[in-house]
């Protein structure tokens, strides 16, 4: 069995960060979000995999490197523009050849992994199967119809009125069937080949496509609100570990990771956090579900519930939070404008100013 990782696209939903940074390689607990998938992958004994780049092909090769420090071997298959999840699927039929092989998107989160959901697979080999997830806001993904026995009777790509509210999550396995399906169909109204479009290919024609709701945490992390949620449910399983220094003024509460090189002075920290190697954290508090990267300073400041990326520094600012910080940035305060009160008052007024 092989596996399809998708880790195109343009990222919009994450821009300004994905101006500069593949949105699969944002950090989550400071590990990029695609290195879990890898790592879910190879998990399950899934060593050849392909991974599909675009635009950002560069950046993640050279963060991926040939996978062998994820347990795996990556070929790279180029798609030149984002022309959909069937799409890639076309590109990349040399590579799968006629293996079964599940398709990752890069961008997605499943805690626990998804052995269970591929040892199924391997024990029934349908055509196709899909995870599935309720949401409260179907509309903005591929919605799945299931029949009284639960089969997949009918797919609908990000519908204006639902069916229902169980969506497709972006995991899904196929057997060799698929190549025809994706040869198939046509672009849909996106100018797209839409990996549903060809799921119903195989529906109508009475191919066995079996589904799996999951229960488990599922994210699909493309916009900042999912990145902080991902990174607070990682972070709710960091271990306590000390490999800086931290000094007798500071205090940690509860499961706080400080990177080796770190250095805490005068500062409070409550887990669960994650400090990277080589930070400085200086006369600050930092709050519960924030991840700090490698080679930050934190001076004077308060933060927290965010993700600041290496490199970057926030001098002397309080009380940040719900913030997601890119590489090499700098936060400062601005500078202090003169108070003042205008007032219209009418006669015999009185007034008690606070200042």
């Keep these: 069995m092989k596996a399809l990782v998708l880790a195109g696209g343009h990222g919009t939903r994450l821009r300004p960060i994905t ?67 069937a799409h890639a699927v076309l590109i990349a039929r040399d590579f799968l050849d006629d293996d079964d092989f599940v398709m990752y998107l890069g961008d997605n989160f499943i805690v626990g992994g998804i052995g269970d959901h591929v040892a199924a697979f391997r024990a029934h080999r349908p055509a196709a199967q899909l995870l599935l997830t309720r949401v409260p806001n179907p509309s903005e993904f591929g919605v799945a119809e299931l029949d009284a026995q639960g089969r997949v009777v009918g797919l609908q790509e990000k519908p204006a009125v639902p069916r229902g509210d169980l969506v497709l999550v972006g995991v899904y396995l196929f057997s060799a069937a698929v190549h025809e399906a994706v040869r198939a169909i046509k672009p849909s109204g996106r100018g797209e080949l839409e990996i549903t479009d060809a799921i119903q290919w195989l529906i109508d024609r009475g191919s066995d496509v079996r589904s799996t709701v999951i229960d488990g945490y599922w994210k699909d992390t493309g916009n900042v609100t999912d990145m902080l949620e991902v990174n607070r449910s990682v972070l709710e399983t960091v271990e306590r570990g000390v490999h800086g220094e931290v000094d007798a003024a500071s205090e940690l509460v509860g499961r706080v990771s400080v990177g080796a ?64 910080i890119g590489r090499k940035v700098e936060v400062t305060p601005g500078p202090r404008t003169p108070a003042a009160h205008r007032l219209v008052l009418g006669d015999h007024s009185k007034v008690q100013i606070s200042s």
Excluded: W
């Design 19 to 85: 101006h500069t940074s593949a949105k699969q390689l944002v950090p989550v607990a400071n590990k990029p979000v695609l290195f879990y998938g890898l790592e879910a992958i190879a998990d399950c004994g899934i060593e050849d995999v392909g991974i599909i780049v675009g635009d950002t092909a560069a950046e993640i090769m050279a963060a991926v490197g040939d996978g062998s420090a994820h347990g795996v071997r990556v070929t790279y298959i180029r798609q030149e523009q984002p022309l959909g999840l």
């Design 261 to 324: 090189g770190a250095r805490i002075t005068g500062s409070r920290i409550v887990g669960p956090v994650m400090i990277g190697p080589g930070t400085v954290v200086e006369g600050c508090y930092v709050g519960p579900f924030t991840s700090i990267g490698a080679d930050c300073v934190l001076r004077d400041s308060e933060i927290e519930f965010s993700i600041v990326l290496p490199g970057s520094s926030i001098l002397g600012v309080r009380r940040i939070e719900a913030s997601l």
